[in-house]
Nanobody
Framework: QYQLVESGGGLVQSGGSLRLSCAAS????????IGWFRQAPGKKREGVSCISSSGGYTKYADSVKGRFTISRDNAKKMVYLQMTSLRPEDTAVYYC?????????????????WGQGTPVTVSS
């Protein structure tokens, strides 16, 4: 069974940091592009960042550029999103997926698989 499982979300104060993790199982992670998305209450889902299958190419939404860093460890079948300088507007459910929105599209193979999400709340 193909699965992506996120973890690491929680409550953090404005200016703080969190690292989200995405664990892959049932498929060969190193073959696929992975993206992070988020959806805030009452808002549309938005792409946050994408990373190529090798990890050598990344893209970020303007809203997180310079604050968030995406990375992957294919040997451990993990993808990470390091989030720093968090703001209340970063509050959302964060999803990892083998998918990327057009503005963050990275060349490679996609599985079109989604995780269940992990909530992040940034208090002011």
């Amino acid at each position: 069974q193909y699965q992506l499982v996120e973890s690491g979300g929680g409550l953090v104060q404005s200016g703080g940091s969190l690292r989200l993790s995405c664990a892959a199982s049932g498929f060969t992670l190193k073959d696929y592009v992975i993206g992070w998305f988020r959806q805030a209450p009452g808002k549309k889902r938005e792409g946050v960042s994408c990373i190529s299958s090798s990890g050598g190419y990344t893209k970020y939404a303007d809203s997180v550029k310079g604050r968030f860093t995406i990375s992957r460890d294919n040997a451990k079948k993990m993808v990470y999103l390091q989030m720093t300088s968090l703001r209340p507007e970063d509050t959302a459910v964060y999803y990892c997926a083998s998918d990327c929105p057009t503005p963050l599209w990275v060349e490679g193979v996609y599985l079109e698989l989604w995780g269940q999400g992990t909530p992040v709340t940034v208090s002011s």
